[in-house]
């Protein structure tokens, strides 16, 4: 029987990562994946794929806006093929780097689905291993609606949404938040009638509500159709497409609606099926994810778990994050995270970033605070390339501390690092506006926020 310091149960971001931070950190590690490829649904199907087809899907969409810039194409068409062939390799080059970085840092891979029988012990198939540590990181899936199955052709979670092999007449999207959102996105640039189902009166949740409004605005600009306050009860198959039946919220109001397909997006929920947590008595929460201490150890010592399948934000860098301090705790440093100052980024166009409580946080907790806004429509660079939707806000303490920050705009999940960077060292809204940017930068709009909540805006 092979003998571990470190049995890791998951390739995803969250695993991975810290399998390899455990064997830098002289730790005899293994992890075990029973998807063929590492990577975990971030990588085979989810962010990185879907990244893919925003980006391709971005430059179909741009063609038909160069008239401005006085450029015009003819004979743009469009290979749904290739356009997944091209994703496909992205995803396939990134899986055989981790695969490479486990030979490189003498991570062993053990292929095959994960079972605990007893702590200390992981059975693979036929195979038992011994560990002195377990680390459970198996993720999260897609959550059905009661009564509506997946069969990712007609009815899809994000996975069939990924790999469809054509354009959708009509596709219906149920749930505004981060998936619907992107995924809806890429198929209505594509061309198809993309419809945005929500529960409630608002799009993305947990976004400051402000600057999910300048979201809404600008993506119902770019083709996306939103239906707010509706939930969907079923999905009939006819012969020409799906019939959806769909709830108005709190009026006895039924509507129905024809779609080719259906993109159910309502959130996600842990994986942890199969694993013997119930045998050997691992608490879990009333929504099935696995509970954990400061140091990520289970209510079984010698078993710990991060990333999707524990409470908290549903993000590969958060896993990251988690699996990194989780094993640098137990090789005997010091390490934790901070999950104030985790960013979260929506990667449609425009994209939304955000860091640090929302103003709805502010008021709930009763906490005095400032506003600092600045539109884009002010900012120059934005001017030159077009990208004048949306603005960034920043909230800001009495003493000028950096208490979150909501940017809708191109370019905002990459202008919310320095609005993080702030946040975790503690710098004011001073300290960010007394920063040179350069001229002319988007990054501008973060200064100008920054006085604003100062009262010196220059360009407001
Ligand atoms: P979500 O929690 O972001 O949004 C689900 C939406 O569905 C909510 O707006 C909710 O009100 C709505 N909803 C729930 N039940 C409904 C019903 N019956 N009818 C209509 N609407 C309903 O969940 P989503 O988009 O599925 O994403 C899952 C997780 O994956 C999130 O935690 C997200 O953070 C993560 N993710 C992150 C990405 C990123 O960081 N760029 C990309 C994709 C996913």
Redesign the pocket.
Known sequence: MSKFDLIVIGGGPGGYVAAIRAAQLGLKVACVEGRVALGGTCLNV??IP?KALLASSAKYAELSHLAAHGIGVEGASLDIGAMMGRKNKIVGDLIKGIAFLFKKNEVALIEGWARIPAAGQVQVGEDLYEADNILIATG?E??P?PGIEFDEADILS?TGALALEEVPAHLVV?????????LGQVWARLGAKVTV????DR????IDGEVAKLAQRALSKRGLKFQLG???KSVDKTETGLTLSVDRVGKDKEEVIEADKVLI????RPVTRGLGLEELGVAVNGRGFIEVDDTFQTSIPGIYAIGDCVPG????HKAEEDGVACVEMLAGQASHVDYNTVP????TDPEVASVGATEEALKDAGTDYTVGKFAFMANSRARATGDTDGAVKVLAGPDGALLGAHICGAHGGDLIAELALAMTKGATVSEIAATCHAHPAMGEAVKEACLDALGRAIHA
């Open positions: 989810g962010c879907s999260s897609a959550t609606l994000s149920i749930g505004a938040g981060v998936i619907g959102l992107e189902i929500e529960y409630l799009i993305l949740p947990g509706r939930a969907l997006a309502v959130g996600r934000p549903m993000l590969a979260g980024v929506v990667y």
